[in-house]
């Protein structure tokens, strides 16, 4: 329990802290799970964003409670602000995330592992159907080079078809720039 004086500080077990550094350490910890929990949904590693998941479920109202117990109204606004920025991207990575049923938790817990394998396998297989699983799988665009008619085409521009220095570059204009050279 965090006891909160007149001042906006909060005492706690090492002392005083002022609850906006506080805020900042818990605004952190979001952050932090929410890249962890980015990286094991990419990676498709179920059992470790099944923890992520529960950690950052626990962070997200620490972190608000705690911006919301900011006396200065102009730090307590920018705190729920960035709250606010951060909650946006680790709800689309909780959107993401494993969340196993409570029957497979517990016949997981009591040694029966087959319903929490079914499961993930399940997981895995919707992560790799919607594309938003290992790097590895994704299919990359094959680079083509712009085709010369285009508009937005690169064009080299030579002073009269001579060139003065065979050593040089020829100049690349953008063709909304041509006019101008």
Do not use: Y
């Not at 805020?23 to 890249?35: D, Y």
Request: glycine fraction near 6%; avoid cysteine; charged fraction near 30%.
């Amino acid at each position: 329990m965090i006891d909160e004086d007149l001042s906006g500080t909060a005492a706690g077990t090492d002392g005083s802290q002022s609850l906006s550094e506080m805020f900042m350490l818990a605004i952190a910890e979001v952050v932090r799970l929410t890249l962890a929990l980015t990286s094991a949904n990419a990676t498709l590693a179920f059992s470790d964003g099944v923890q992520i998941r529960g950690e950052l479920e626990r962070a997200l109202p620490d972190a608000q409670r705690l911006a919301e117990r900011i006396a200065d109204g102009s730090k307590r606004a920018e705190a729920l602000r960035e709250l606010g920025e951060m909650q946006s991207v680790a709800k689309r990575a909780l959107m993401l995330a494993p969340s196993p049923s409570e029957a497979a938790l517990r016949a997981s817990e009591a040694g029966d592992r087959s319903a929490w394998l079914a499961e993930e396998q399940a997981w895995i297989t919707v992560r790799m159907a919607n594309g938003t699983g290992s790097p590895a799988t994704t299919q990359r665009r094959e680079r083509r080079a712009t085709r010369p008619e285009r508009r937005n085409a690169l064009h080299s521009v030579f002073d009269d078809a001579q060139v003065d220095d065979p050593t040089s570059e020829p100049q690349i204009v953008h063709p909304r720039d041509r006019d101008r050279t």
